[in-house]
């Protein structure tokens, strides 16, 4: 568990089948800590939660817990969706469709910010890469969401998978970008 950015914790747990880890959120905010896409916490983390509290728990995708149809469908309540254009605590919502059709993305435009589930991965470390196609619903339409991102100004990335980019996230999207097929 560390302050990755000024105000938000990440931790981890290691996926030894992927070779990179997943990544969970607290991000600090005066009306109310979020969690974000939280993954098995330690002791430490349950601690720094319950004292720290939590006042809304966000998923950005299915296998991070699911989108909303599909979480329903396995039993899970939930108090209300993310849509597209919503704000909550200091993020807008931003659709990201393709990997899953209701995931979503976090942008936090003052601080030019984003987190992401699992729209892409920061794998290898250093660098932004999709998930295999056979575990996205629709790739071209992936695709398209990833190029949509490239027009936020964006210097981070928190990820849900692998390693965030820290410095100069924007131009590590375009880079990805770049490799899609024309």
Not at 49 to 73: F, M, P, W
Not at 110 to 121: K, T
Not at 167 to 179: D, K, Y
């Amino acid at each position: 568990m560390r302050e990755i950015v000024t105000g938000i914790v990440m931790w981890s747990w290691r996926s030894e089948p992927h070779g990179y880890d997943f990544n969970g959120y607290l991000v600090r905010h005066p009306d109310g800590n979020l969690c974000i896409d939280p993954v098995e916490p330690g002791d430490d983390v349950l601690a720094l939660l319950r004292g720290e509290g939590v006042a809304h728990i966000l998923v950005t995708n299915r296998n991070h817990a699911a989108d909303a149809a599909y979480a329903r469908g396995q039993g899970a309540t939930i108090d209300a969706e993310l849509h597209a254009g919503a704000r909550l605590g200091p993020f807008s919502v931003v659709g990201v469709p393709g990997k899953s059709p209701g995931e979503v993305a976090l942008y936090d435009a003052a601080r030019r910010l984003l987190v992401v589930g699992d729209v892409v991965i920061g794998n290898p470390p250093g660098r932004l890469s999709l998930l295999r196609e056979k575990v996205m619903d629709d790739p071209p339409r992936l695709r398209e969401s990833v190029e949509a991102l490239t027009s936020l100004e964006i210097d981070t990335v928190l990820v849900g998978d692998g390693e965030p980019i820290l410095r100069e996230a924007g131009a590590r999207l375009r880079e990805l970008v770049a490799t899609f097929p024309a």
